[in-house]
């Protein structure tokens, strides 16, 4: 893929890490913490089954392709090893000025490992740009330039019918953007719909606004869409409203379609697993920072809903208020993870 890089040292990392998970997390002060117990950490199943969120893995490499650095611009994460001739796409959209794809590197090569081709958009010119209404454009912009690009060289082609929308925050927030207007925005037609902690500009920030991001009519997210929207319950950046809006808005979903999950802080152990708004960064910058929430509200969340949406299996992981959604591993003393809590 032209100037791709290999993804080799990051799968040798990522093995590593997952017997290192343990040591995993930073210490928060002040917090009653059970001494001696660490955060759960890559469950036994996740290396030993396969499944939603497990570490074995369909391609023992990623490759990787860096289009530039500027809005519009985008990353591409491709399955390797063996390189299939065709896979699904997931649109990954960053969260605001996380205009590094190596910050949510650890959960964008968990999902190009298991089969699925990851456009990361860069939609942001620089981590102080505040224009919300040049977010949507430069990311759909990125989008078709990475769905042309694999057309025409590849190494592997987007696969029909299979296209799934993640997003982080205001990345979150865009995806549910482009979901309900995935007609005249020119994309495929989204299957799947993963919005995790979604805000806007004017939700938490310090920043001097010059036009927040617009807002889709989510009625409009087509029929048959799969959708999960995520909070973290202390999320005190951007709170609950967006993402009320979008699972509330989204009424041409019928309930057992859609859910809403929030992920709750769990102090039992040392250092505790915090359910903030910075969720999905959690593996920022280095691998060894993952962890149960990871794990079982991010990556397993993410694969049964892209099998639900794509095979139809796994639906019990997502979708329906199951013990199997719910559940969130546990410590490594026998304490059962508090679970998410399911709307």
Known sequence: MGTGVSGLQGVNE???VLGLMAAAGTLAGGCQLSPHVRPPAAPAWT????????????????????????????????????VPRRAPVVVFLHGWGALDPGEYSAWTVHLARKGNIVICPRWQDNRFDANGRTFLPDAVTAVRAALGRLEREGPVRPQAGRFALFGHSIG??????????WVELGLPRPRALFCVTPGSLSAGSRM???NDVAVADFSRLPEGLLLVV???????????????RIYDGATALPVRDKSYLTVRTDRHGEPPLIADHKLPLGTAGTLANVDALDYYALW?????????????????????????????????DGTPVIELAVR
Not at 54 to 77: F, I, K, T, V
Not at 172 to 181: F, G, K, N, P, S
Not at 230 to 244: N, P, Q, S, Y
Not at 301 to 311: I, R, V
């Open 208 to 210: 001097r606004v010059q």
């Open 300 to 332: 397993r969340t993410g694969d049964a809903l892209l099998d639900a949406a794509f095979t139809g299996r796994h639906r019990e992981y997502r979708l329906g208020n199951t013990p199997q959604q719910r559940y969130m591993g546990k410590w490594p």
């Open 14 to 16: 990522l093995a590593r």
């Open 230 to 244: 995520l909070v973290g319950e202390d999320d005190t950046r951007v709170g609950t409203a967006m993402a009320d």
């Open 172 to 181: 979150a927030t865009l995806a549910a953007d482009m979901a309900a207007q």
């Open 47 to 82: 290396q030993s089954l396969s499944g939603p969120g497990s570490a074995r893995y369909r391609h023992g490499a990623y490759g990787l392709y860096q289009s530039g650095s500027g809005p519009s611009d985008y990353a591409l994460y491709t399955p390797a090893a063996p």
